[in-house]
């Protein structure tokens, strides 16, 4: 009986891909979740407006979603300020816990830094919050503990920009251990068949034109719920807009055994799910 109770929902997951259907059901399950969240998010932006009134159009706005690693977020600016494209503004978005002290982050007239008025614990919605404070006719993301190799950016917006080129691409991760050792190089050709099976798609590694589909999910989704939000986006993304991988490693991707919040502690607390292969 139990053989046979499977026999839909393994037909199901054959047909449109397990990864398609856990998030079918995720927007059934954490819808009222997106509505308070969608509130707050505007609330946001209206409040924050005035104070990033300044934030230029540059041709590319990067977007660093933080919580409580003031350290490590120094480095990821760094990285992002050191790009070879100088045409693009840094936007640092603090999910709550307040900004580092004064010199903590590089002294820059393109980096700009916000901070929400409450911890909501929902990586999207401080995401988009920083996409809604540019301008910027592309976007790239960079999470507080990763780093970009100088000529991410560059890669990104010389095939962007290129003619007939695509809307959005996204790098090579090289996957780094604790100790700072390599891992492997996670380089995986788009398809959207395959996406609906493996998750391998980070925004890390993603620079999009910005259309109105560039919005992360406004699900709460806990380090138990999969798939994550990089993959929603770009899979959505995806439907109608023309996806490319360039197969170069321009990102350093740290294999964090921790959520996205980091206690101050430093006390791991394993994501279920987290990338081993694919990435969750």
Do not use: C
């Not at 946001?44 to 407006?49: F, H, I, Y």
């Not at 640092?92 to 010199?103: N, Y």
Request: glycine share 4%; charged share 25%; aromatic share 8%.
């Amino acid at each position: 009986m139990r053989r046979i109770a499977r026999a839909p929902w393994e037909l199901l997951k054959l047909l449109f891909g397990w990864l398609v259907l856990f998030e079918a059901r995720n927007k059934v399950l954490l819808a009222p979740s997106a509505v308070r969240l969608r509130r707050f998010e505007d609330a946001e932006v209206l409040r924050l407006a005035p104070a990033t009134a300044q934030v230029p159009s540059a041709l590319v706005a990067t977007v660093i979603a933080t919580h409580r690693r003031p350290e490590a977020l120094a480095a990821a600016v760094r990285s992002a300020l050191a790009q070879t494209e100088p045409d693009q503004v840094v936007v640092v978005v603090d999910d709550g816990a307040g900004l580092p002290p004064a010199g903590a982050l590089p002294d820059d007239p393109r980096l700009f830094a916000v901070s929400l008025s409450r911890n909501i614990g929902t990586a999207g919605v401080v995401r988009n919050v920083g996409i809604r404070l540019t301008r910027s006719r592309y976007v790239a993301f960079l999470d507080d503990d990763n780093l970009w190799e100088p000529d991410h950016l560059a890669q990104a917006l010389a095939v962007l920009q290129a003619p007939g080129g695509p809307d959005a691409v996204y790098t090579a991760l090289r996957r780094l251990r604790a100790d700072g050792t390599e891992q492997d190089v996670l380089s995986v050709p788009f398809s959207r068949r395959r996406s609906a099976r493996e998750s391998f798609l980070d925004t890390n590694a993603f620079v999009a034109r910005r259309v109105p589909a560039l919005h992360f999910s406004r699900l709460r989704r806990t380090p138990e719920v999969l798939p994550r939000e990089d993959w929603e986006l770009i899979r959505r993304y995806s439907r109608r807009r023309r996806v490319q991988h360039l197969p170069s490693p321009t990102v350093r991707y740290l294999m964090n055994p921790q959520s996205y919040y980091t206690e101050w502690d430093g006390a791991a607390a394993t994501a279920p799910g987290s990338p081993a292969g694919p990435l969750s």
